[in-house]
């Protein structure tokens, strides 16, 4: 709404500067010209800003400084041009070299900024601080995150504001899943994709697909890529691939799990606590039987082997906390009470 506010008040603006300007002039009907003119001008900016929806600072602020230093400089080297034109008949050349300096000195410090703005952080125009950020840390997303689909859904409940980075080889990686023959992976590559939409639609969410990227050295592979950007930008990983969880912990990048998460905020079972649980197979050693919790987390009943197919009350002995999961080790209620100091260690 206030962007639709701003958008008026400019249209608003220009149709006003074109009325003055035309009226100053004070011929005919140039006043009219000059809203007409205008309001056209507006109506273009407005809709261009529209259209590129997606812009990025760092490249507005490329923009913006190349320009003042393309001024800068023509401001500089108006006087030297004045000194070669002396004469009266050849003031409108010399003005038209000024402002050829001016556009092409615009140019090269714009197309120089460009091509090297991944180098430098735009807190203050082409000035690096590599210690000082503005807001949170990026989280740079790694396909497995991001096929996993959790992420979105811990994003939606905004326990998370950080912006979120999605560099454009991990975009090609995941196409390139989605493009796959094999039916699962085209499947796990989609719903990836899927994902990534989902996040964009989000309201009040900071994403961006990073187009720029470390050189690639000769066996690297995306996950040395990522780790690379990562460190680079002092940034986060946020995965479930245990392989990149270690590789980037080796290289001083911060790592976050989305199964620690998960692991987190499972509900706590302390030994001696009672649970439902239906024993679905033997365990592997004698005796045992094997069930799970509805979210996930394993459990082994000592003597649970003869309760296969039915729905036991257990007692908690144990909680075996690991980077895989949880797993919770008890024994039917019946039995608890006929050994009731016996506590699996």
């Known amino acids: 709404m206030l962007v639709f506010i701003v958008r008026i008040i400019f249209f608003l603006a220009m149709v006003g500067g074109g009325y003055v300007l035309g009226a100053g002039i004070g011929e005919g009907n140039n006043h009219v010209v000059g809203m007409i003119g205008f309001g056209v001008a507006a109506i273009v900016v407005i809709v261009l800003d529209i259209l590129f929806r997606h812009?990025?600072?760092?490249?507005?602020?490329?923009?913006?400084?190349?320009?003042?230093?393309?001024?800068?400089?023509?401001?500089?080297?108006?006087?030297i041009v004045d000194m070669y034109w002396v004469e009266k008949k050849d003031e409108k050349v010399r003005e038209a070299v000024k402002v050829l300096i001016a556009g092409v000195a615009s140019y090269l410090a714009v197309s120089l900024i460009l091509q090297t703005k991944d180098d430098f952080r735009f807190l203050i125009p082409y000035v690096e601080f590599a210690k000082q950020q503005k807001g949170g840390r990026p989280l740079l997303l790694d396909t497995s995150a991001i096929i996993d689909g959790r992420i979105a859904d811990i994003v939606e409940t905004r326990f998370i504001d950080a912006p979120l980075v999605v560099p454009r080889f991990i975009l090609r990686e995941l196409q390139n899943v989605a493009d796959s023959a094999d039916k699962m992976k085209r499947d796990r590559g989609r719903r990836g994709l899927d994902i990534l939409n989902r996040l964009q639609t989000m309201p009040n969410v900071d994403i961006t697909i990073q187009d720029a990227g470390p050189a690639l050295a000769p066996g690297e592979g995306a996950d040395q890529m990522l780790v690379t950007l990562a460190s680079k930008c002092s940034g986060r990983i946020v995965t479930i691939d245990y392989n990149l969880n270690k590789v980037a912990k080796l290289a001083g990048v911060e790592v976050l799990n989305v199964n620690d998460l998960a692991n987190a905020l499972k509900p706590a079972a302390l030994p001696g606590e009672t649970l439902e649980v239906a024993i679905l197979k033997p365990g592997q050693e004698e005796g045992q039987g094997v069930g799970y919790l509805e979210d996930g987390t394993m459990v082994v009943v000592e003597d649970g082997k003869g309760q296969i197919g039915h729905t036991v009350t257990i007692v908690v002995t144990n909680v075996l906390q690991k980077s895989a999961g949880r797993m919770i080790f008890g024994r039917t209620e019946a039995a608890a009470k006929s050994r009731p100091g016996n506590h699996r260690a």
């Open 55 to 79: 812009k990025h600072i760092s490249t507005i602020s490329a923009v913006f400084f190349g320009l003042l230093v393309g001024l800068v400089v023509a401001i500089i080297l108006g006087p």
